[in-house]
């Protein structure tokens, strides 16, 4: 798969440091000499390792001195508690907040913290057009014929051959394909769920998802999440004879950002089959990683076929595109049925576009430059917020993915402060977007899919300026 | 619209006479000169008129005599009956025996006289490319971007200009765009329907309708429907109080191709709106009549909003594009929110091809074109069934759309047929796919969309033969 160059690999241990507090503001860093002997490599390389972190704004140079970790880094905000859901049972609508947010979509005059995809200049969209080009060309009939059932045959090779990246050994005949990732997840709730039944999944939760499992008449159960480790499992043990589905966002899920350890993966899977609790799992943002390790999927400590892995490029390149894709298990006939009947086939040219983009290597190229244009998004955004929010404010620091969230004093309303940034052109996803309860109602999520500027930084200063005055 | 020319507007009358059998085999039609004079136009519209006629087979020249009723119009099959289904609704899971004939999907060494979509050879496939290519280059960010919730706008204004075609009034804002015809097919079931619910149908019925009625917790009621006219409405009244919703395909629907006349039309949407039934109509096939009158839409009768009214360029110009739209009435808003929870969008760039393709007028061009095609093929196709089929077999006479539905004598099993023809490369749909009841054993349906070929014809033969020896 993508190469990892060497400088990266150390650059990144020395980040891991900082930021987990082992080197401290004002430290000086080892010698570009002391490195080339430290790890063996040579002089162009050490300079590089510096050059990164220098980029990353965790390290400065002082003239004639070296190296030393910024100052900036001094203040280091804490982390938001677990969050703690009753386990209960909810089957209301959600509020109407999440599609007043979501209709501010495409809004060229506002300033979109809301919303969770990458912004166009950070894709790759001159390749991606000759991409589509050459599928018009590639395909028979130029794309107007349906595609096999199963969808494009190239795409589904391509994401089981990646999914080596993470633990998996997927075959193409495992997978099938889906017009975007929330179609994906309705096919899997829609196979899975009758009416009356009981989803688990992750509080915060995506907006998008509490939507899809009321919509279909099932009932949502929201488990305690810890802001790092995601789902608290004792927790999922305890409800565990009262659901019927559970649906997680196992690696860097929105809006908390929580990457679940291999030995939490493990525990779930094997908790969930013991139950023959089928586990959706939502790995759309799992290519989004900020160190040099692809996270583990849970699918890959699947024995029984009981985990139905979900991912799409709606996050990564695309979003406009509804290409994603999902690999069943032993629910593969009932999804394939699905699909035949409520969408017969996807779109040919652009799945062929996407295939062919993950076969020539030019995809794990872009992510390799969009991951790390995210970490320096991310590191921006953390000091921005350290900088200029008030006094209290929590947040989280999620290891990849497009979102950070925030924990405000009591004090902070986040519905109000969206309608007060609103006046100031400014969205933002307020915390009870992110629930069925009444919780949250002093966070918000930020998305840090937006290329960083000094007007992004003015936004967030005049974001913390209203948080202040509350 | 699209402009219809005069010589094929006297073609399409005379035609229709020999069709009705007012002009029999044999006939002498009148001369070139005493055409001009009593249709009052010039000698050059009155030889266009002899070509097209002759082109579809209808008339053949005769040296020194001039132009005659072709011979072969001698026979004239008869009519399958009205169906008769028992007006009880059924639950139960479609027979697998669609699922086998639509696997034959993409299969090129078959003659897929199954699969209800036009050939790639009949559609404009070069200018759909460089549709494509504008459209990358149009779209802001190269449509990697989410499009508006609703869709297209420039594909919507366009459905909702050529609704004047038809009878009806739409604005762009009326309409909502889908990933194809099942796709808002699906969300509009999924929008009125509970559980247990019943949905009439006309009988025999499209199985994809079928089995997405089922697959959604609802009940089927077949209705008895006559091969020219329609569902019969007296059935209809009868079980009104009966039913939740009403799902048709009033124009050229398949496989019976029957096109309900406007007096029906207006009396169902009537009937429906009293009991306050949503009257879901499927209009995939509305543009491809023979004539040179578009039908109208049981929508253009709708004062209530009670008409859900869908269609796609499936069936027209590329199955493969997955581009649909709805114009849901009152049910607007359910039908958005459905959208959104389960697609999100459509994919953009595809959707702004064919809007685009829409607009330029390059869609009524080929639609013209191609409407011929399809009507010379229907002419060889009844041809070639007169002439190869089994003594006692009816046909249908629809006056557009991709099928004829063939009934032959009780001794002949479809199933069977299909099973045997299968064996020498070619494949049909047999009659138990389109109901959920004991019926149609004796029928099948073949689609004219092939591009006619004496192979074709040759095809033909080799199914009449087997159906002989049964």
């Excluded at 010698?31 to 080339?36: E, F, G, P, Q």
């Excluded at 005949?173 to 999944?201: E, Q, R, Y």
């Excluded at 593969?332 to 799945?351: M, R």
């Amino acid at each position: 798969m993508e190469k990892v160059y060497r400088y990266n690999e150390i650059a990144s241990g020395i980040a891991a440091q900082i930021r987990d507090g082992i080197l401290r503001s004002g430290d000086k860093l080892p010698s570009v000499r002391m490195l080339c002997k430290e790890y063996a490599v040579g002089m162009n390389t050490a300079k590089r390792v510096f050059l990164e972190l220098e980029a990353q704004s965790l390290v400065e140079a002082k003239p004639q001195s070296g190296f030393f970790v910024s100052n900036r880094r001094v203040e280091r905000l804490p982390l938001p508690a677990v969050s703690k859901p009753s386990l209960i049972a909810n089957h209301h609508e959600p509020s109407e907040l999440s599609t007043r947010v979501y209709s501010s979509i495409g809004r060229g005059d506002l300033t979109l913290f809301s919303i969770g995809v990458p912004s166009g200049s950070l894709l790759p969209l001159a390749k991606l057009k000759k991409e589509i080009l050459y599928a018009t060309r590639a395909l028979k009939e130029g794309g107007t014929e349906y595609e096999p059932l199963q969808g494009n045959v190239k795409l589904r090779r391509m994401v089981a051959v990646r999914s080596l990246g993470w633990g998996g050994n997927l075959h193409e005949d495992d997978l099938i394909t889906t017009a975007g990732g929330v179609n994906a997840l309705s096919f899997c709730l829609m196979a899975l769920g009758k009416p009356g039944d009981t989803v688990a999944i992750e509080s915060p939760c995506y907006p998008g998802i509490l939507q899809l499992v009321i919509s279909l008449g099932l009932k949502v159960l929201e488990l305690p999440t810890h802001p790092v480790t995601g789902i608290e499992i004792d927790a999922l043990r305890k409800v565990v004879s009262k659901i019927d589905i559970c649906l997680l966002i196992p690696n860097f899920n929105t809006p908390l950002g929580s990457c679940m350890p291999d030995a939490h993966k493990k525990e779930v899977v094997q908790l969930l089959a013991a139950s023959n609790i089928p586990l959706i799992e939502d790995d759309i943002y799992g290519d989004l990683y900020f160190g040099t390790q692809r996270p583990r999927c849970c699918k890959s400590f699947d024995t029984e076929g009981n985990v139905l892995w979900c991912s799409a490029v709606s996050k990564t390149l695309a979003p406009g595109y509804r290409v994603g894709w999902v690999a069943p298990g032993k629910y593969k006939e009932k999804l394939l049925k699905l699909k035949l009947v409520h969408a017969l086939a996807s779109t040919s040219v652009i799945h062929e576009a996407v295939g062919n983009f993950l076969k020539t290597g030019r995809y794990d190229r872009h992510l390799h430059q969009l991951r790390r244009t995210l970490q320096h998004n991310y590191q921006h955004f953390i000091d921005a917020v350290t900088e200029y929010f008030p006094e209290g404010t929590k947040t989280t620091r999620p290891q990849g993915g497009l979102a950070i969230w925030i924990e405000f004093n009591k004090e902070v309303d986040a519905v109000k402060l969206y309608e007060l940034a609103m006046k100031q052109k400014i969205s933002i996803a307020p915390g009870p977007m992110f629930t069925l309860q009444d919780q949250y109602q002093n966070c918000i999520r930020l998305c840090i899919g937006l290329p960083w500027s000094d007007e992004l930084k003015f936004k967030l200063k005049q974001l913390g300026n209203l948080a202040k005055m509350m």
